[in-house]
């Protein structure tokens, strides 16, 4: 399957679709190394069932989100990779 | 921003006005039903169904500022795309267009944050940039500016004259053009790929903790990411937004 490796801006449509906060602005810390940093400024990987937000410092696997198009539509959403999301 | 509480939904709006940027790129200018106002650099994801439900989404970069009534949208004609050729070539005045939006705070810019501005773009990256430009001018900001904009021709070049324009106007916006394949006979810009001396050249000095925007493919994109941090340029304000290799 393509596979688009772009900025973290490129997740926000799908991430907009859970997330009642601007996400793009939000902080992320990563659990892997501890950076933070905005998650406009991560890198997503951008598939037609999904995107991965990778952390730009060591690209460990930040915030997954799948959605399924059938109805009902579900989304998984698996934040396992952050520690925190600070939101405004 | 604060306080955007606020679920994203898919409308149609109204293609009001379709018209030839470039041999290869369109404006498309857009009414839609319900818009509660973006900021310059956002973008709108687009979504188009096929007769069997088969959707395809791509995202596109809002090339109108804020403070314009209607939605323009810079598409560019790829041929092996998915979206691009339809967008391109078959939507016309009067058709619908399914979007949503706007999308994104993070590579936005208002006026009332300063500068001084360094916008650099590779072909239709132009648009979220042109944005920034115009809604500068609406704002009547004095924020310095400088736009490196790279094009493969001179034919190839969107926005040309409203650019030139723009900068003939105002002292404080410079705009320096590369033209990477062919130049026109007198050529006075740049002719190659941007690269860290052209930055070196162009670009506010660190000291001056310019704001940075990137825009355009994604080789481009890192090149100039990579060249400015370089340079010395604090990586939290070098903001980019990457096309990818093709588009679609």
New interface residues.
């Given amino acids: 399957m393509d596979e688009q490796r772009l900025d973290g801006n490129a997740a926000a449509g799908i991430l907009q679709e859970v997330f009642a906060f601007e996400i793009t602005t939000a902080r992320a810390a990563c659990v892997q190394c501890g950076a933070t940093g905005e998650v406009g400024a991560q890198m997503a990987y951008v598939t037609e069932i999904g995107t991965v937000l990778r952390c730009s410092s060591c690209d460990n696997p930040l915030i997954r989100i799948v959605r399924q198009n059938e109805t009902p539509q579900r989304y998984w959403l698996d934040l396992k990779g952050i520690n925190y999301l600070q939101l405004q | 921003?604060?306080g955007?509480?606020?679920?994203?939904t898919w409308q149609v709006g109204e293609v009001v006005e379709a018209s030839p940027q470039t041999p290869r790129t369109k404006s498309l200018f857009l009414e839609l039903p319900e818009w509660p106002g973006h900021r310059a650099g956002q973008?709108v994801?687009v979504r188009l169904t096929a007769e069997d439900g088969y959707?395809a989404?791509r995202?596109y970069s809002i090339a109108s500022a804020p403070e314009s009534g209607r939605l323009e949208l810079v598409v560019e004609r790829l041929d092996d795309g998915e979206v691009s050729p339809y967008l391109a070539d078959e939507l016309h005045e009067g058709d619908g267009l399914e979007l949503?939006g706007p999308?994104?705070?993070?590579?936005a810019w208002d006026a009332k944050e300063g500068g001084p501005l360094l916008l650099v773009a590779g072909g239709s990256g132009i648009a979220p940039l042109m944005a920034m430009a115009r809604h500068r001018k609406a704002a009547g900001s004095d924020t310095p500016v400088r736009l490196l904009y790279s094009s493969r021709s001179y034919a190839e070049i969107i926005f040309r004259q409203e650019l030139e324009t723009l900068a003939a106007d105002d002292e404080t916006l410079e705009v320096i053009q590369t033209l990477t394949r062919s130049r026109p006979e007198g050529w006075r810009g740049y002719d190659r790929r941007i690269d860290g001396e052209m930055l070196r050249e162009v670009a506010y000095p660190p000291e001056e903790h310019p704001l940075a925007f990137v825009c355009g493919p994604?080789p481009l994109v890192e090149t100039v990411a990579t060249a400015l941090v370089d340079l010395g340029h604090d990586p939290?304000r070098v903001?980019?937004?990457?096309f990818?290799?093709t588009g679609g």
């Fill in positions: 921003m604060a955007t509480v606020r679920r994203l973008h994801d959707q989404e995202s949503r999308i994104g705070g993070w590579f994604t939290n903001k980019t937004e990457r990818g290799p």
